[in-house]
């Protein structure tokens, strides 16, 4: 009797990352269904991002799809910026770790920040995003 009250709390612990698991794998797949109307997209676990016609959309991801989206132009936006620890970094000195987001500057309106998981993935977007840039609204 006491070795299945000591493995008790054990298979708590089980149904509990079970549920996790669940949860997080039906918000990988609304993702997906959203993301398939977009030309590039990205997902991770604090926000869903999404490009399609020089539109930018972003949204917090759900079970049930992305939740407080909200879309804007490239057009619009005035500078982007890859902040990590809410200071601005260059793309030729990225630091290995902190908390990471892309800022989207506009004139008339307060700035638009979307947090990512990875530093690199981060990068890689506004590199990305500078260039469609450039090349949808060349100056």
């Keep these: 009797m006491e070795r299945g009250l000591l493995w008790l709390p054990l ?13 997080e794998f039906k918000k990988v797949e609304a993702y997906q269904q959203w993301a398939e109307s977009f030309d590039r997209a990205k997902y991770d676990i604090y926000a869903v991002l999404g490009l399609k016609a020089g539109l ?8 049930h799809g992305p ?3 909200e879309t804007f132009s490239l057009a619009e936006i005035e500078e982007i910026q890859l902040l990590v620890d809410n200071k601005p970094v260059t793309l030729d000195k990225l630091p290995q770790r902190g908390r990471v987001a892309l800022a989207f500057s506009f004139s008339g309106r307060s ?14 977007w506004e590199r990305y995003l500078q260039q469609e840039r450039r090349r949808r609204f060349p100056v």
């Excluded at 298979?11 to 669940?22: E, M, N, Q, R």
């Excluded at 930018?56 to 079970?63: A, D, E, F, I, M």
Aim: charged share 20%.
């Design 56 to 63: 930018l959309t972003w949204g917090k991801p759900t079970r």
């Design 11 to 23: 298979l708590g612990v089980f149904i509990w990352l079970a549920g996790a698991g669940w949860r």
């Design 67 to 69: 939740t407080d989206t």
């Design 111 to 124: 700035p638009i920040v979307v947090p990512f998981t990875e530093i690199e993935l981060a990068a890689k």
